[in-house]
């Protein structure tokens, strides 16, 4: 079954700290992976993707993500958190194009990031 | 260039009644997309048009639920008659090209049945 696990529902971190969000996926073929970031009172905002090519992809706002093909994960990194991020991050997975269905994407349960003064 | 609109940003509905969200895609994107996220599960896949025919609905959870796109624009996805379950924010999407080109998101439509 093609499904996507955030294994972590709530992170805090203090202002400053490095930040590392899990995501591993199931899905047969190698996806499109992506993460969102839905900040209160806001829509899904795209953080960055992957299509293909080198394996560390960079975003918006400092963070970055690291396709692992043999582990199926897709974890998102910042180095230095800052307090405005504190909001929702959603992994995503879909399909490629040309394999069929075209855009569905399969969704994690999220991660709530808490930012300490 | 305007987003995806969708609206009302907020409804509050008594069991039993009927609700209508509306999406109004970017303009020239033939793909739209219908999700919806119930209160601490993940966000799931309702349906995709082509223009104004359904390519996959899949993620449609029952008969309660018809979505519409007329003239190949706007969406619409009623709900009909609400039950408590249905509660949650649905996100509409929209696209030029599959998950390749421009795939953006509205801001939701937070739906709370009472």
């Known amino acids: 079954a093609q499904s996507v696990t955030q294994p972590d529902i709530h992170i805090t971190v203090s202002e400053g700290a490095s930040l590392e969000l899990r995501c591993n996926y199931s899905y047969g073929a190698t996806p499109y992976l992506f993460w969102y970031v839905q900040s209160p009172g806001q829509g899904l905002q795209l953080l960055l993707k992957?299509?293909?090519?080198?394996?560390l992809v960079q975003g918006i706002k400092g963070f970055e993500a690291e396709f692992k093909r043999s582990q199926s994960s897709f974890n998102l990194r910042k180095p230095s958190v800052h307090w405005s991020d504190a909001a929702e991050y959603f992994c995503a997975v879909g399909p490629r194009h040309g394999s069929g269905n075209t855009g569905k994407l399969i969704f994690g349960q999220g991660t709530t990031l808490q930012v300490k003064p | 260039e305007a987003g995806v609109t969708q609206f009302p940003s907020h409804s509050v509905i008594e069991k039993g009644q009927t609700v209508t969200l509306r999406c109004d895609p970017i303009?020239?994107?033939?793909?739209l997309y219908w999700y919806r996220r119930v209160m601490g599960k993940e966000i799931k896949f309702l349906l995709h048009?082509?223009?104004?025919?359904?390519?996959?609905e899949s993620g449609m959870p029952n008969n309660r639920f018809l979505a519409e796109r007329t003239g190949g624009t706007y969406s619409t996805l009623k709900v009909q008659p609400a039950e408590l379950e249905d509660s949650g924010v649905y996100f509409c999407?929209?696209?030029?090209?599959?998950?390749?080109?421009?795939?953006?998101f509205g801001s939701g439509t937070r739906l709370t049945v009472v």
């Open positions: 303009s020239g994107h033939d793909n």
């Open positions: 992957y299509f293909s090519g080198d394996t």
């Open positions: 999407a929209s696209s030029q090209d599959g998950l390749k080109k421009d795939y953006t």
């Open positions: 048009f082509v223009k104004e025919s359904k390519q996959d």
